[in-house]
């Protein structure tokens, strides 16, 4: 039997559920608004998941205007209400929102607010439970409380990076617009917000698709939703035929093949245009590779900037083909061990040219290598301009995009296979934007974020494709295929 | 009313002790001594204490008065039975979810 379980006063969830949506019901049909078919049957997963406890996840891909606030609110309040009325505890539920101002929260909370004073009357004479509802616009929670003083507090809160809000913990969480929530965020600080004395949390992760995929957990998660997890405009139309002629005139309006309408009212997720590669396409690239010395070798540099990593990526031509090595990587700014270290690494690998990001590490670093690595490869400095960005980004992409990089699936060093995931992770997360007509790969916005090892593999590509060798030489052949 | 008296009014809704919920079922039968027992357990205990003892009451009541109206607990317990036996209202409610007509 689950903690959430024990914890239901001799109920059975099963018995606990239907508790809660005789309840649901009362507060219905006090309210000025019935929930449909899908809404209800969405709101009793939740309810069902809140009633079996444990670490549960919902994730809910509904189409814009649909009323997932409207679910979410009139769920919060009936989980809220009957912990306190009937199961006889207290409960922490959050709404967790990507707000950068109190605007976005500040929906939620009123449309919270405005059924408690829909059944208000209900509440304090039929159930005895008092509501206080934010004296001000900055009350942190809502509260239920009933006359034995158990209490549900439902409080909103941020999930902007800036918010800091590492304190709360919920037993009951909904986060809504996860589409664009900051990832990290969601996964460090706002998971783990499981309530206290007993954990145990429900996820309701609510959104719609955007244009763009900010959070690829969010956009994994709802791929293969099924109803009524998933409600686009058909079948929200099905069931409320206002909403089909509202929707008719928006799809007049963007157009049926527009990525506008796709998104918001199909919930499909679009082509990814701001990303330089999606996980699926990624994963396709693993491939096993028998080096041959005799091929040519190419490798690529970016070096640490101040609290960074410096790798090294080294690749192999073969036909049209590249296939990466190896990898190094070292952390901070010591740049002379880690020159002594490149050069170790790249002894073995005899590659023809390292061509190293030289923006903003100054001339003295790229001295280093090249003074480190004479008679082991020529040492080509870059910096990466705009022009550069445009040029280096366009041969990656199209490599990556028609399958001609491959990296590798089986590792015997545990080592490589760490830097491998790395390789992976930074990929699928690096933004790819277009600025002036050019293409830029940045990092996205946020803490921790790094690209490093896509910068370095994006040089060794450029390096193999353009053969920036200074000195074409054939390779020597040596016995064995390296380390 | 006197002045004292109108002060002991106010203390009382001040400190919350007068706001006592009587519930509609007590208000219905109850005679003024049963009522004034619902008061005092109300301002008596907390949590717990407060919630057994009000049910101990209730069910006394219950006994005393078969025909009084359903208390909160007894509404819901009719609610969860009637959810338990109607197979279309427990569809309805999403308790059984099978595919939609809609569904493609």
């Known amino acids: 039997m689950s903690l959430q379980a024990q914890r239901l006063r001799g109920l059975t969830p099963d018995r606990a559920v239907r508790g809660m949506i005789w309840l649901r019901q009362e507060l219905e049909r006090r309210m000025p608004y019935l929930m449909t078919d899908y809404q209800l049957k969405a709101s009793s997963m939740i309810i069902e998941a809140v009633a079996k406890g444990g670490n549960i996840e919902l994730p809910i891909l509904?189409?814009?205007?649909?009323?997932?606030?409207?679910?979410?609110?009139?769920?919060?309040?009936?989980?809220?209400?009957?912990?306190?009325?009937?199961l006889r505890h207290d409960i922490d539920i959050g709404f967790i929102n990507p707000a950068k101002t109190e605007q976005g929260i500040m929906v939620t909370r009123d449309r919270l607010r405005q059924k408690c004073i829909d059944v208000k009357g209900y509440l304090e004479i039929g159930l005895d439970v008092e509501t206080l509802l934010d004296q001000g616009r900055k009350t942190a929670d809502f509260v239920f409380r009933s006359s034995d003083n158990y209490e549900a507090r439902i409080r909103a809160i941020s999930a902007d990076i800036h918010a800091n809000e590492k304190g709360a913990g919920f037993q009951l969480s909904f986060f809504e617009q996860v589409e664009d929530m900051d990832e990290q965020t969601m996964k460090t600080i706002l998971f783990p917000m499981a309530a206290g004395a007993v954990i145990s949390s429900c996820r309701v992760l609510a959104g719609t698709p955007g244009l763009v995929v900010e959070n690829n957990y969010f956009y994994e998660l709802t791929r293969r939703l099924r109803y009524p997890q998933f409600v686009d405009d058909k079948f929200a139309s099905h069931f409320r035929p206002d909403y089909g002629e509202w929707v008719e005139k928006e799809r007049e309006r963007l157009g049926e093949d527009s990525d506008e309408y796709k998104t918001q009212y199909r919930c499909i997720w679009v082509v990814l245009r701001n990303r330089l590669i999606d996980r699926d396409t990624m994963i396709l690239l693993a491939k096993d590779y028998e080096s041959d010395q005799t091929r040519f070798r190419y490798a690529g540099t970016d070096v640490a900037k101040d609290v960074d990593r410096t790798v090294c990526t080294v690749i192999e031509r073969a036909g049209a083909e590249h296939h990466i090595l190896a990898w190094y990587e070292a952390e901070g700014t010591d740049y002379e061990e880690q020159a002594d270290e490149i050069k170790a690494f790249l002894t073995p690998w005899r590659v023809q040219t390292n061509l190293v990001d030289a923006t903003g590490v100054g001339d003295p670093v790229v001295d280093m290598l090249v003074n480190r690595c004479r008679g082991i490869c020529e040492t080509v400095p870059i910096?990466?301009?705009?022009?550069?960005h445009d040029a280096?980004?366009?041969?990656?992409?199209?490599?990556?995009?028609?399958g001609r990089l491959n990296y590798p699936k089986t590792f015997t060093d545990p080592e490589q296979k760490r830097r491998c995931n790395r390789f992976i992770d930074e990929h699928?997360?690096?933004?790819?934007?277009?600025?002036?007509?050019?293409?830029?790969?940045?990092?996205?916005?946020?803490?921790?974020?790094?690209?490093?090892?896509?910068?370095?593999?994006?040089?060794?590509?450029?390096?193999a494709v353009k053969d920036l060798s200074l000195h074409r030489r054939v390779p020597q052949v040596a016995s064995g295929r390296g380390p | 009313m006197t002045k004292v008296e109108r002060l002991e009014k106010r203390l009382e809704q001040l400190s919350g002790a007068g706001n006592v919920w009587i519930p509609s079922w007590l208000s219905a039968v109850g005679s003024g001594e049963e009522i004034a027992e619902w008061k005092a357990i109300s301002r008596s205990y907390r949590r717990e204490d407060l919630s057994e003892r009000r049910l101990e009451f209730q069910r006394e009541m219950r006994e005393k008065y078969p025909d009084m109206p359903l208390t909160v607990e007894e509404q819901e317990e009719a609610g969860v039975e009637r959810l338990r036996s109607d197979i279309a209202m427990q569809r309805r409610e999403g308790l059984i979810r099978e595919p939609s007509s809609s569904e493609t």
């Open chain 1, 428 to 463: 699928c997360i690096a933004d790819r934007n277009v600025v002036s007509n050019m293409i830029k790969v940045q990092k996205p916005n946020r803490k921790d974020a790094h690209i490093d090892y896509v910068i370095s593999s994006g040089l060794a590509v450029y390096a």
């Open chain 1, 392 to 402: 280096v980004w366009k041969i990656y992409e199209g490599e990556l995009t028609h």
């Open chain 1, 383 to 388: 910096k990466l301009s705009l022009q550069n």
């Open chain 1, 62 to 86: 509904w189409a814009r205007r649909v009323g997932k606030t409207d679910m979410t609110a009139l769920t919060a309040m009936t989980v809220g209400i009957y912990f306190v009325r009937f």
